[in-house]
T-cell receptor
Framework: DAMVIQNPRYQVTQFGKPVTLSCSQT?????MYWYQQKSSQAPKLLFH???????NEADTPDNFQSRRPNTSFCFLDIRSPGLGDAAMYLC????????????FGPGTRLTVT | QKEVEQNSGPLSVPEGAIASLNCTYS??????FFWYRQYSGKSPELIMS????GDKEDGRFTAQLNKASQYVSLLIRDSQPSDSATYLC?????????FGAGTRLTVKP
């Protein structure tokens, strides 16, 4: 039973063409995260939501935006993808508060042509 | 800049041996520590969490935490070829989770 779902699993977009990645969860967790992971690198936190409270990492490019219309869904919008944005995008969730683990979705592999 | 450092490897051990993976972190106030396993092309999968100093055992896995030294490790006993993966150390304070780049482990039959 999938608990953190990401769609699509593979996305190909053209240079400069906006793209949206989606994440949904059935866990009712307060916190949702978006990470970018490039080959052989650590997952890089882009932003997270605690409920509707949005927290942007200082070095996340303006090209990346996020929306969380309700508890279950969170979207990552890349307004003008560049070749350097090709990566695996990981969504994760966790309950609010200390001492809880974070659970990842399967990821979306983004290719920019 | 808060950092999580891991030896990138590759670390190669024979089947049945103990694999030892290490991680250091820079933020002294960090409270929660995690080990994730990531197979190639897949998302990270949580295998261990540890919150207090000392050892925590779960099956073949033992996590060790030393907050004074800002050091956390993962031991895998009786390593199996299926343990071959990248192991990510993660450190959390408040709602921020920061990852190391991972150590690639290969277990040879």
């Amino acid at each position: 039973d999938a608990m953190v779902i990401q769609n699509p699993r593979y996305q190909v977009t053209q240079f400069g063409k906006p793209v949206t990645l989606s994440c949904s969860q059935t866990l009712n967790h307060n916190v949702m995260y978006w990470y970018q992971q490039k080959s052989s690198q650590a997952p890089k936190l882009l932003f997270h939501y605690y409920d509707k409270d949005f927290n942007n990492e200082a070095d996340t490019p303006d090209n990346f935006q996020s929306r969380r219309p309700n508890t279950s869904f969170c979207f990552l919008d890349i307004r003008s993808p560049g070749l350097g944005d090709a990566a695996m995008y990981l969504c994760a969730t966790k309950p609010g508060g200390e001492g809880y683990e974070q659970y990842f979705g399967p990821g979306t592999r983004l290719t920019v042509t | 800049q808060k950092e999580v450092e891991q030896n990138s490897g590759p670390l190669s051990v024979p089947e049945g041996a103990i694999a030892s993976l290490n991680c250091t972190y820079s933020d002294r106030v960090s409270q929660s520590f995690f080990w994730y396993r990531q197979y190639s092309g897949k998302s990270p999968e949580l295998i261990m969490s540890i919150y207090s100093n000392g050892d925590k055992e779960d099956g073949r896995f033992t996590a060790q935490l030393n907050k004074a030294s800002q050091y956390v490790s993962l031991l895998i006993r009786d390593s199996q070829p299926s343990d071959s993966a990248t192991y990510l150390c993660a450190v959390k304070d408040n709602n921020d989770m920061r990852f190391g780049a991972g150590t690639r482990l290969t277990v040879k039959p």
